[in-house]
């Protein structure tokens, strides 16, 4: 079965740099949502969406932004990259099909790892 | 907001030994409940879930949970663990009235020692 794919596996970037994560969800998944674990740390919410237009918003610093485009497929864009930004993005999606549904469940991609050095 | 807390960061055991990681979550209504295990560099996995009906829930592996309602707690078992086994487990918790954003513990580092 079609996972989520997340790309690239592997990021090295300058502080002060950009980089842009990107995350194709399960097909007919209509929900995408990032998270930042750091070094041994779990998992924190940054962001969702549902039908291309954001649903929540957790603990995302101002220099990033994300989307979802009409394909469904989400890019998470970095600015001003921090060595603190060092990190597994993980991007997960879900089928919801309406806001405020009770049980769905979310499936994880393999994540990417961003270093920046 | 939810919260997820995690006892005892860090568990070694021998193969065979049993397992059980405690999961505490804070959060007044109705809830969705998740394991997830990490392997070493890989991705979040899911163990079990709960939504509703039957309190004890059987996973993949041969884990199991049980959701304690008086007791805000869902905590995994195993009886017999493997080498195989050692891993970071995450507790979560979703509201079933809300975005769907997973609210994780710290995480429980498990290593089975063969």
């Known amino acids: 079965a079609a996972g989520v794919i997340q790309s690239p596996r592997h990021l090295i970037k300058e502080k002060r740099e950009t980089a842009t994560l990107k995350c194709y969800p399960i097909?007919?998944?209509?929900?995408v949502y990032w998270y930042q674990q750091g070094p041994g740390q779990d998992p924190q919410f940054l962001i969702s969406?549902?039908?291309?237009?954001?649903?929540d918003k957790g603990s995302i610093p101002d220099r990033f932004s994300a989307q979802q485009f009409s394909d469904y497929h989400s890019e998470l864009n970095m600015s001003s990259l921090e060595l603190g930004d060092s990190a597994l993005y993980f991007c997960?999606?879900?089928?919801?099909?309406?806001?405020?549904?009770?049980?769905?469940?979310?499936?994880f991609g393999q994540g990417t790892r961003l270093t920046v050095v | 907001a939810q919260s997820v807390s995690q006892h005892n960061h860090h568990v070694i055991l021998s193969e065979a030994a049993s397992l059980e990681l405690g999961c505490n979550y804070s959060?007044?209504?109705?809830?969705?409940l998740f394991w997830y295990v990490q392997y070493p560099g890989q991705h979040l996995q899911l163990l079990l879930k709960?939504?509703?009906?039957?309190?004890l829930v059987k996973g993949i592996k041969g884990f199991e949970a049980e959701f304690i309602k008086s007791k805000f707690s869902f905590n995994l078992r195993k009886p017999s663990v493997q080498w195989s086994d050692t891993a970071e487990y995450f507790c979560?918790?979703?509201?079933?009235?809300?975005?769907?954003?997973?609210?994780f513990g710290k995480g429980n580092q498990v290593v089975v020692i063969p």
């Open positions: 979560a918790v979703t509201s079933t009235y809300g975005n769907n954003r997973l609210a």
């Open positions: 709960y939504f509703s009906g039957d309190p």
């Open positions: 969406f549902y039908e291309k237009m954001q649903s």
């Open positions: 097909p007919r998944h209509d929900t």
């Open positions: 959060y007044g209504g109705t809830v969705n």
């Open positions: 997960a999606s879900s089928s919801i099909r309406q806001p405020r549904v009770k049980n769905t469940e979310a499936f």
